[in-house]
């Protein structure tokens, strides 16, 4: 709800008794609604919000579970079941693999019993040596090594997705039984209250914040027995927006400030704002403050925090690719037209197509990704949802699946280009430049290139006059899986035309897409919409 609640927030919808402040300044306003929130108000159940994950849930992937520790590291305390390796020469000869007995003592022949239990791995062959040698005095020497530890079988239990005992070695972490156990329960369970029980007593307290910011975790010893108790979810802050660390985080105490905040979610350099929705004195409460504002303030549980860059570089970085002279970046200011830039740009006029320049922009290619992933889904909905009459239509919708399957696959791998056309007969758009922008001067060209569905993919001299099917008749003519209907060509100009037989120009691309070996009509005029989709946006014919 308070995610929700901040959204309208930012977009101006005022709810009655809601107060908003500016600048730590509270505005009443009155309960009006905007077209654009209502728009959004009823939209909401189809609105896909990626649910918000507690700090740490990455934690219990499963990793620390398979771990292969032995327990023979140079700390690891010997207690009893643990088995010794003694090898003795000179003097005496002995040699033999003893188990360390109830009372932590093994037993040498001649020496007698040798208290090792709590003596650490890296100090007991000294332990063993110095009582050898208050028998043996002269001429022995001793070698002596930990072969294994005891196995112990812990409890893990509270918010834990699995409760129950499990086996693991005295060294193991924490983490390895509570990973054992399927982590910590995301909605309920503690990542900063966890209690290692021994015979009823505390023996230690972690606290995972500590382990994930610093790598500081409590070093226990497990023993057959102990249990871990993971408790239950503190006070929780819901940060997201311009930050790494997009996450539900809870806090050791009942509240928190905001410079704590921001050393955990680890925020964006251009981050300049905080916008802060939660409750205050049984009121709903908002406010928007700059980051030197919001440092001191106090944030209790149940706030959402959302952190935006707002703020408006004055310089803007855009690339040039192609045939240029030159530098390849260039920092302009804001609001920079294209023609301005290109006064700038210095380019051969015998080798540039200067005419047929282009640009690639990421918002385009984001929104170009975004309506194939819909074109996509679409086309899953469809098969998954188009009937069978007989048993033979059965089968062949069963070996359409895995047709379907591969392309969807091969088709997500696409990378649009988001080509933005500014080119049209020698004129160019004057248009407004963006940050990130890539400008493309092609290379003057005098050929043409033909791929997809044709037996011969090469580059042709272009020759005036010619059209797509006559190129694609001296390249070998097209495959058998061509779709010759609809010939696609794109332009120098990142331009795209299609027809069954288009006009061809110097530099242009001729490609031929896939017949679509699908029964049901509907499905298969989605297949070729996502077909044009991909020639448009990253030209190349991607096969059924």
Same mark, same amino acid.
């Given at each position: ?31 009006? +609604? ?42 690891? +305390? ?131 914040? /500590? ?51 921001? /050393? ?135 070996? /359409? ?107 242009? /691309? ?12 509907? +499905? ?21």
């Amino acid at each position: 709800m308070n995610r929700i609640l901040l959204l309208l927030t930012t977009l101006f919808v005022s709810l009655p008794g809601y107060a908003q402040s500016v600048g730590g300044a509270s505005l009443d306003v009155e309960p009006t +609604i905007t077209d654009e929130a209502a728009d959004l108000l009823r939209d909401l159940p189809a609105i896909a919000i990626e649910e918000i994950q507690p700090f740490g849930a990455n934690l219990f992937n499963g990793g620390f579970s398979n771990d292969r520790e032995d327990g023979l590291n140079p700390n690891y +305390i010997v207690q009893p079941g643990d088995r010794v390796s003694v090898r003795i020469w000179g003097a005496t000869q002995f040699s033999d693999h003893l188990t360390v007995d109830p009372q932590g003592n093994i037993f040498i022949p001649t020496v007698g019993p040798i208290t090792v239990a709590g003596t650490s791995n890296k100090d007991l062959n000294q332990r063993v040596s110095s009582s050898v040698a208050t028998v043996f005095t002269d001429n022995v020497r001793v070698y002596t090594s930990l072969d294994g530890s005891q196995p112990v079988a812990v409890f893990v239990t509270g918010f834990v997705s699995n409760p129950g005992r499990f086996a693991g070695i005295p060294s193991n972490s924490a983490l390895h039984f509570i990973d054992r156990a399927g982590g910590i329960n995301a909605s309920q369970g503690s990542y900063r209250d966890i209690k290692v029980l021994r015979n009823g007593n505390s023996i230690a307290d972690i606290d995972l914040y /500590e382990f994930l910011i610093s790598g500081k975790m409590a070093s226990v010893q497990f023993q057959d027995g102990d249990t871990i108790v993971v408790g239950s979810r503190g006070s929780i802050i819901e940060v997201t927006g311009d930050v790494s660390n997009a996450a539900l985080f809870e806090l050791s105490n009942s509240s928190i400030s905001g410079s704590e905040l921001i /050393e955990m979610a680890l925020l964006d350099p251009s981050v300049g704002y905080a916008g802060v929705s939660g409750i205050r004195n049984g009121k709903t409460f908002s406010s928007y403050l700059p980051l030197n504002e919001f440092a001191p303030m106090q944030l209790l549980n149940g706030d959402t925090v959302h952190f935006q860059t707002d703020q408006h570089d004055d310089v803007i970085v855009v690339e040039v690719e192609g045939a240029h002279r030159g530098p390849s970046r260039f920092a302009v200011p804001r609001n920079t037209r294209l023609l301005e830039l290109l006064d700038y740009i210095e380019v051969d006029p015998e080798l540039s197509d200067a005419s047929s320049v282009s640009l690639k922009r990421k918002n385009i290619a984001s929104r170009q990704k975004v309506a194939l992933e819909q074109s996509l889904q679409r086309l899953e909905a469809r098969y998954l949802t188009a009937s069978s009459q007989t048993d033979r239509e059965s089968a062949i919708r069963a070996q /359409e699946a895995t047709l379907i399957s591969q392309f969807v696959q091969r088709a997500r791998r696409v990378t649009p280009n988001g080509r933005l056309v500014v080119a049209n007969n020698g004129d160019i758009a004057n248009v407004i430049l963006q940050s990130g922008d890539t400008i493309s001067i092609p290379s003057r060209s005098d050929s043409v290139l033909l791929s997809g569905e044709v037996l011969v993919s090469q580059a042709m001299l272009f020759k005036p006059g010619e059209s797509a099917r006559d190129y694609i008749k001296r390249s070998g003519g097209f495959t058998n899986q061509a779709l010759q209907e609809r010939i696609v060509l794109v332009h120098a100009n990142g331009e795209v035309s299609s027809s069954e037989n288009p006009k061809v120009r110097p530099g242009d /691309e001729i490609i031929v897409l896939p017949k679509v070996p699908v029964k049901n009509l509907q +499905i298969a005029s989605t297949i070729v919409d996502i077909l044009y989709k991909i020639a448009v946006a990253a030209s190349v014919a991607v096969r059924l």
